[in-house]
């Protein structure tokens, strides 16, 4: 499995953007680069994932470096709702090893 | 989208008893399931990963006669904590995938939270 460096936390205000970066420098050719979220007291949920090529969806959107050994996670304009710990996942296999994630923190 | 449910969703037992929790997958079939353990301010941990009427794989150092798993149908799998401890206390987690490609989507349920007296 491949290491990932994520920032313990991170503090935004609400409404504005967001960037949430994420090292992966012995992710493997055929890995994925998942993002996932987990709320307090809940389940973690599914944000976006990505290959080699930037991705948008309606939640955020994926930058992936050139080299794939980074990604960054974008808000767009965070919402207090937005407020969680986020886990940076390369993945190659269907199982996902989670790591210590960054704890995001909203300002109304 | 799809929707993953637990149940219970909390659970207070005395130790030495054993504990069922379930994971469902309301509205579609999971071709596997997996459980994760998480502790408090911790990251999650992957216990075991079950596909449908097969054994479940247990990660290393998971007990597998502890901790249970059964997986009787494409929509439901089982986590029996066999004489639990207090250091059982956790946060239990399912998720299940649809398909068998490294980049599906996992649907998470809402945990399931044990309390070992």
């Known amino acids: 499995d491949a290491k990932t460096t994520q920032p313990n936390s991170m503090e935004s205000n609400e409404e504005e953007p967001v960037h949430l970066p994420c090292n992966h420098s012995t992710i493997s050719g055929t890995d994925y680069i998942h993002w996932y979220r987990q709320l307090p007291s809940q389940g973690p949920e599914y944000v976006i994932h990505?290959?080699?090529s930037n991705v948008n969806n309606r939640m955020a959107s994926l930058a992936i470096a050139e080299d794939r050994k980074s990604s960054t996670l974008i808000l767009h304009r965070a919402t207090l709702r937005d407020a969680a710990v986020y886990y940076c996942i390369p993945q190659g296999a269907q199982k996902l090893v989670f790591g210590q994630g960054t704890r995001l923190t909203i300002n109304p | 989208g799809a929707v993953v449910s637990q149940h219970p969703s909390w659970v207070i037992c005395k130790s030495g008893t054993s504990v069922k929790i379930e994971c469902r997958s309301l509205d579609f079939q999971a071709t596997t399931m997996f459980w994760y353990r998480q502790f408090p301010k911790q990251s999650l941990m992957l216990m075991a990963t079950s596909n449908e009427g097969s054994k479940a794989t247990y990660e290393q150092g998971v007990e597998k006669d502890k901790f249970l798993i059964n997986h009787a149908s494409l929509t439901l799998s089982t986590l029996t904590v066999t004489s639990a401890h207090p250091e059982d206390s956790s946060f239990y987690i399912c998720s299940a995938v649809s398909g068998f490609d490294s980049y599906n989507e996992q649907f998470f349920g809402p945990g399931t939270r044990l309390t070992v007296l």
């Open positions: 990505g290959l080699t």
